[in-house]
């Protein structure tokens, strides 16, 4: 039985396995990168949407009125209700 082949095998398998986990690093990193695309996409979302319903609320009392009630129901963290009543939204 020739050792070699069995030597190079075992290379072969750690080679592979080298490659596998710098594959694997890869992948992740992507995931990261991908994540944080999609939160800056979200923040840019919040803040499109959040300035049109100012916008809204600006123009029509009604609309101002109803977005107040829901603000009241929608906040529940304390230090974002003290900024929004400190605004007169809640």
Do not use: P
């Amino acid at each position: 039985m020739d050792k070699s082949n069995g030597s190079n095998g075992n290379e072969r398998i750690a080679v592979l396995k080298k490659r596998e986990a710098e594959i694997r690093a890869k992948i992740a990193e992507e995931r990261v990168r991908q994540q944080r695309r999609e939160w800056k996409e979200y923040d840019r979302l919040k803040n499109i949407v959040g300035g049109a319903l100012l916008a809204m609320a600006a123009e029509d009392q009604a609309f101002a009125l109803h977005l107040k009630e829901r603000l009241q129901k929608a906040v529940v963290v304390e230090s974002e209700r003290n900024l929004l009543r400190s605004k007169g939204w809640v």
